[in-house]
């Protein structure tokens, strides 16, 4: 699973929720097999901000949102992995990296997007 923490006010969040959002829709389309779903948080709520808290990422350990958008790769409900900062890695890094953690499906199609 694919976990977009969004803060709204923030500008660098646009770019970052762009990229989520093309990440996602490419995985969907090109990658349908690897099934792997996606979510958009209030990274400023506190039910999130607990959730954060429990992952124990010491990058996004805190008491109040970032600002700038993470994502955090999510296997069996244990964070495997995040970035800080989406947009500035881009679309292609997140779906390379969901497919590095998650595998290609299984079928090995790989469509167009």
Known sequence: MLVFLS???????????????????VLAKRYPGTNVATV??????????????????????????????????LESGNAVDCIVNPGRAGWERIVIRTLELFGPPSDGKKGNA
């Open 40 to 73: 958009i948080l209030d990274e400023e709520s506190d039910a999130t901000l607990d959730w954060i808290r429990s992952l124990h990422l010491p990058h996004l350990y805190g008491t109040c949102a970032l600002g700038y958008d993470s994502i955090i790769w």
């Open 7 to 25: 803060v709204p006010w923030s500008v660098p969040e646009r770019v970052s929720r762009a990229a989520f959002v093309e990440a996602a829709r």
